[in-house]
Structures are given as C-alpha cells and as structure tokens.
C-alpha cells in the first residue's frame, strides 16, 4: 500500500488533537455533578394492612371490621439532597419512562440537608395524618373524643398520603355503609385501589405532584384504580400503564361516591 503523502501526516496530527480537545470537555463534563434530583417511582403502602411489622392504622374506642380489599397509598423515591447526579446519570434518566429529572431546588430548598429534608417531610405527614383523621371521623360523624386513630407509616415523608389514609379509617369504620362484611362491604369491593392527594380537616383534596411515576408504582403493585386530584389528571395521563383506571377526586365525598359506583359497575365514575 503507498505511504501517505508527507503532506498529509502534520494534517493528520492536528485533526487528532482536535479531536482529543473536543472529546475532553465532553468527558469531563460527563463527570461535573449537577444541580438536579433524580426521581422514580418509590413503595406502595396498603393503608389496611401493615408496614415494617406495624399496623397502618389502629383504632380503639369503636368496632372496626375486616377489609380484603386494598387502599395502598404510593410514593415516589427521590435522590438525596446532597446529591448531585453526573451528566451520564441525568440523561440516562431523561430517556427512562420510568424516571424523571427536576431541578434540585423544586425538590429541596437551597441548602437543605438529609436531616432537614427528613424533619420537613415527617412534619408535612404527621399534619397529613392528623387531618385524614379529622377529615374521616367527621364523614362518619363520629367524636374525635371517643374514638382514637393511630397511624404508623415509618420512613415515609410528606402530605401526600392523606387521602389514602382517609378512605382506609372509613373502610375499616364503616367500609361502603352497607354493613356486610368482606369484600361485599368493603370500599374497593375487594379489589386493589391505589391514590395520592393531600386532604385537609374538610376533606377537600389537593394536589400534591410526582403522580406520573406514583401510577407506575400503583400498577407494579396490582392496582387495577388510581384515584387523582383532578387538577393532576393531565399529568397522570403521561404513559398511563395499561389497565389501570384513572378516577379524578376533589373531595372525600366525591371519592368514596365513585368508589361505590365502581362496585355497581362504574359507568357514573368521572374519569381522567
């Protein structure tokens, strides 16, 4: 074969060093930590069963009845505050349906530390039980004075299980009021129901976020229901796994209405 041209080499050369200055900056950029927090779908929790060796919910001063059905309330797991993922990491995740990539600070206030974010988060899910409690002994219209709720969720932050939490001190009270027991009376008619929303005292329903990947989480877990605040159903429409039913809530009583329609067929039950 002829040599190259002498001409050539020099010209060769530059173009490999060229190209090796590209490919650096490239590669350490692939490095760099960013500022953004990797999120996916985290557990979900049945709100009638138990948890770490506890139960969920524990209510003396009234008889409670056996469910079989399932209320899990579902979560999203998310990196630590002081972590910054490399830019392989971020934009494997922005491929990933089952991920998603977020700015750091719409996740974490600025500085926040692990211990922080745990405190703030237990917080936000001690005020989450507590009007889950108010929100349910007041649909039943029963005296916070004499019956007692206690609610154990370990290691699980934030507000976002209100509604869940609601919906199982009611099945485990009263179930769909018809006062027949097992899947019959239950409020999911024995099926496997998983939702998010946060809840106030009045038991309206609010928004609470991250609900495209809490889906994923429900359908991994069996659910065949997803209850959403309505305000979020565009967002739980994103890559919806298949089989699971999206139903729209603003209020309790309009969820505990729709899941007593499911059980009679659900063709009254909104959808998202």
Request: hydrophobic share 40%; with cysteine; proline share 7%.
């Amino acid at each position: 074969m002829p040599s190259s041209p002498s001409w050539l080499a020099p010209r060769r050369n530059r173009l490999i060093l060229c190209a090796a200055l590209v490919v650096a900056p490239i590669a350490v950029a692939a490095a760099v930590p960013l500022p953004f927090t990797v999120l996916q779908p985290g557990i979900s929790v049945n709100t009638l069963g138990s948890y770490q060796g506890s139960q969920v919910i524990t209510i003396t001063g009234h008889p409670t009845r056996q469910t079989d059905g399932q209320l899990r309330m579902t979560t999203i797991a998310a990196t630590l505050p002081n972590y910054s993922p490399p830019l392989s990491e971020v934009v494997g995740a922005w491929g990933d349906p089952n991920k998603a990539v977020v700015p750091r600070g719409s996740v974490y206030p600025s500085g926040q530390s692990v211990s922080q974010a745990n405190q703030v988060n237990q917080q936000a899910m001690q005020q989450s039980q507590e009007s889950a409690t108010t929100a349910a002994l007041s649909f039943l219209g029963l005296s916070p004075a004499k019956v007692k709720v206690d609610l154990k969720l370990a290691d699980v932050g934030g507000p976002s299980a209100g509604l869940m939490f609601t919906l199982g001190i009611i099945d485990e009270l009263n179930g769909n009021g018809s006062g027949k027991q097992g899947a019959a009376g239950d409020l999911t008619g024995g099926s496997v129901v998983a939702g998010t929303g946060e809840i106030d005292d009045s038991g309206d329903v609010g928004a609470v976020g991250g609900v495209a990947l809490k889906t994923k989480a429900a359908a991994r877990d069996g659910a065949t229901v997803f209850l959403v605040p309505q305000g979020e159903c565009s967002d739980a429409k994103v890559n919806t796994p298949k089989g699971l039913r999206l139903v729209p809530v603003t209020t309790l009583d309009q969820a505990v209405k729709s899941l007593e329609a499911l059980q009679n067929g659900g063709a009254s039950v909104p959808s998202c």
